[in-house]
Structures are given as C-alpha cells and as structure tokens.
C-alpha cells in the first residue's frame, strides 16, 4: 500500500549506525505546523528581516559567496546554479568548500575557463573552491574545474577529493561542445591542478547525478536521473584499485547496473519496509554510450531495473542510501510518489525500501521531491527540498519525526507568483558545527551556525 503523508517513516533503517524506528504523524507541509511537532528538531522557523534564509531560533546564517560576485581569485565572477556540494577539513582548522555549478549553454554566468582545469573550452559548468578559516570566513575562492556540463551532484571520496557529475548525455557536436559529456571528474579541494579536468570514462558516460564510496571495498554507487523513459538506473563501479587514493579512478574498472528480479521499476514498491534480497549486478554492455545511452541498452531476457529522479546517494554505516525524487505515472512511471530513500545492504545483497512520501499530497506544499541529502548532527537526516513553491531544508530525527531547518525566502518572481531557488548542497563541517548549503539561483552559499548538539 501507498505512504501517506501520516505513514511517511512506517519503518525505516539504520544511518551511521543509528537505528530510526517509530512512526511519522504529519509529513510537515507549511510553517504553521512547525508548532505541532512537539519536540522535534528547533522550533518553528522565525522570518528573516533580510529576506534570504528563515531559521529556528537561536541560529543564524553567513553568506559565503552569490552569483555574479567577483571571485577572490581574480579569475572571474562567482558562476550562476549553484549545486552539489561538499566539506573537508583543512590545516589549523580550515575548511574546503567544494561546489557545482549545474551550468548549461544556457547558463547566465559560467564557470571560468582556466589553463590546466577546463576539459572543454565550449562548455560552461565546473566547480569552485571555498577555503574558510576556523570561523568559517572565506579566505579564498577560485576555480576547481571547468569546461564541463550541467554539473548536479557527486560525492566525497575518502581520501578527501571531490567527484563531480555531470548530469548530461550531450556529445561533441551537440550545443557547441567540441567533447563528448556525461562523465565523473575527480576534483581536489586544495590543490586542484593535482587532479586537473580527466574524465572517469570508465565509470561510464550517462546523466550522473551522484554518487557514495563503500570505504571497505572501494566500491562506487552511482544514480542516473533520466528525465524520460526508460528512466535511470542505479550503478556501481568496481575500481581497478579499490585501495583508493588520488587519481586511482583513472586505472579504470568494470561498470554494472542493479537488477532487483521481478521489479522493473522502483515506483512499483510503495509499502515502506518492503525487502528484497538476490539482487543482481549485470555488466553494462557500452559503458561509454558510443551508440545507445545506457539505459536503452540491451541487458538481457531479465532486463534491468529502472527509476525516475534517482538523485542523491550517501553511505551510512554498511549500507548505501539513495533517493528516487519522484515518480509519475503520467509521466511512464509505474505508479505514483513523492520521493523514496532506499537503502542497499551489500553484505546481505538485500535492497530495502525505508522511506516513501506521498502520493496523496499537493505537490504545491512543501516537503515532497527530496533531492540532496545527508548525515545531521542528531544522526538524523538532512534532506534538500527540489519541488515547487516554498523550498525547504528538512530533518529527519532518529525518532522518524519530519521538521523544518530552514526556508528560502529570495523571491526571484513577482509578489502574485514568486519563484523560489531550490536548496542543493547540503552538508557539514568536519566538526558537525555549521551547515552548508546553497540555494539554487540566485546562486548563494549559506553557512548556518546554532545549537545543532541541542
């Protein structure tokens, strides 16, 4: 049976090593149910008088960086869309920001184009480096990465890069670009002409949307957001050297796509708790996509399974957790829902449904479409809301329990239809004291300070 908005966490697994287990009454949908949650997260969200970013009492936000800003390293303007993101510790204290820029040709401010980090001078997405100082005030600013597209998500590594994704299937010839896109690219924080722009092609060449690291095995999970059907599949990458370290990606690997028997599309499974074990990893027969994207490829009698918005992927404990945003049946998919977290088990070989939202919410209000997400300081989850209306930056406790932490408020529309940035990026300084984030567009990087060990 469907998840409603009072089944949302019926059931649910472990992150980190921390057990959810309860139930949720209300999958919060508007400010005014804040006062309703009990004690769950902060508090009710109090409007900021900057209009910029709404936070429970007792917490502030600093902005880092905005689009169109001149870069502290002189190479340029702050680009347009920011997007994924991740932190890493630094000498004395320092931070490393790394960030996306899910930029297209149609993009209004591009990443840079520097000597030694630009894969395709025609393309206009990358990355940007922060370097904060212990207080987390930005010391420094430049270009990781250019020449890429339509960079989305990606993941840490765990010996401390950065693999950003591009979330495109365009080829040389395709909207001006001289190089085929679709590819993985490792990026160091603080050096990034250590890892300069190198495509993974190994990984494969497909709309990439993000990734988590198995740190035992070395095994890379990967999720495709296909916007169309057949939609996009969950991967993972056995890597030549599974021992890791910088630059080892490039020796190469084998790429395999999820099979779970019997269920050819996620949005299928809507009863949260619901396992399957056996699941099956097939090679990919063209990892490159030189003819056919990978997802119309020919993978057997049995096939392969498929889901809409598979977007963000984090490891937690002895599993790898990812999201399907949505699904719609309007649109191909199975059935109906408002977004699913699944957790796969690779000891066990079991795939478990933990969370689902909807169907049966207005996809008007806030708290469906989760997108990025991440490990909180409660041991909860962190979720960034990608749907339309007010956007939201939700946790999730260790009792199951859904609360706002934070709410946008750039109006980029007009009074009578605003439009509002979604959050992206979501993560944490090493020491769980400050959380970052970015909205969408306008472009802007937060870092909010408070009492997260509350």
């Given at each position: 049976m469907s998840a409603t908005r009072r089944q949302v966490l019926a059931r649910t697994g472990a992150v980190a090593g921390i057990a959810f287990t309860g139930s949720l009454s209300e999958l919060f949908a508007g400010t005014a149910a804040a006062k309703?949650?009990?004690?769950?997260?902060?508090?009710?969200?109090?409007?900021?008088?900057?209009?910029?970013?709404?936070?429970p009492k007792g917490f502030r936000y600093r902005v880092l960086s905005r689009e169109g800003d001149r870069m502290l390293s002189g190479e340029g303007q702050v680009p347009s869309n920011h997007d994924g993101m991740s932190a890493f510790g630094g000498h004395r204290g320092q931070v490393h920001l790394v960030r996306n820029h899910e930029n297209r040709p149609t993009a209004p401010i591009r990443v840079p184009p520097v000597r030694g980090l630009t894969y395709d001078p025609e393309g206009m997405g990358g990355c940007t480096a922060l370097t904060l100082d212990p207080e987390h005030r930005v010391l420094g600013e430049r270009v990781a990465i250019a020449g890429t597209s339509t960079n989305c998500a990606g993941g840490p590594t765990p010996w401390g890069t950065w693999l950003t994704c591009e979330e495109t299937e365009d080829k040389a010839g395709t909207n001006g670009y001289t190089k085929d896109h679709g590819f993985i690219f490792e990026v160091d924080p603080v050096d990034p002409h250590r890892t300069g722009a190198v495509p993974l092609k190994a990984m494969g060449r497909f709309q990439h949307e993000?990734?988590?690291?198995?740190?035992?095995?070395?095994?890379?999970?990967?999720?495709e957001d296909a916007f169309e059907r057949p939609f996009g599949l969950f991967y993972r990458f056995l890597p030549e050297k599974p021992r890791g370290g910088l630059g080892s990606l490039r020796a190469g690997g084998a790429l395999q796509a999820m099979r779970v028997p019997g269920v050819p599309d996620l949005s299928a499974i809507q009863e949260t708790g619901a396992s399957f074990d056996r699941v099956e990893w097939v090679d990919v027969p063209d990892p490159l996509a030189e003819e056919t994207p990978i997802r119309f490829q020919d993978f057997g009698p049995k096939g392969i399974t498929h889901a809409q918005k598979l977007e963000g992927c984090y490891w937690g404990g002895r599993s790898v957790y990812f999201v399907s945003s949505f699904a719609r049946s309007s649109e191909g998919s199975a059935a109906d829902h408002y977004g699913q977290i699944w957790r796969y088990d690779p000891d066990r070989r079991r795939l478990t449904l933990v969370i689902v939202f909807g169907p049966d919410t207005d996809v008007?209000?806030?708290?469906?479409?989760?997108?990025?997400?991440?490990?909180?300081p409660s041991g909860g989850l962190m979720v960034a809301e990608d749907g339309e209306g007010a956007q939201h930056v939700y946790g999730v406790t260790t009792r199951g329990e859904v609360y706002p932490m934070a709410r946008g408020r750039q109006n980029i529309g007009t009074p009578e239809e605003p439009a509002w940035g979604e959050f992206a990026g979501v993560c944490f300084s090493p020491d769980y004291d400050t959380m970052f984030v970015n909205c969408y567009t306008p472009g802007t990087t937060f870092a909010v300070t408070g009492p997260w060990h509350r």
């Open positions: 309703g949650m009990g004690k769950a997260g902060y508090g009710p969200l109090v409007p900021d008088p900057k209009g910029l970013l709404d936070l993000a990734i988590a690291i198995d740190p035992r095995h070395g095994i890379v999970y990967e999720t008007q209000l806030p708290g469906e479409e989760p997108d990025n997400i991440c490990l909180a």
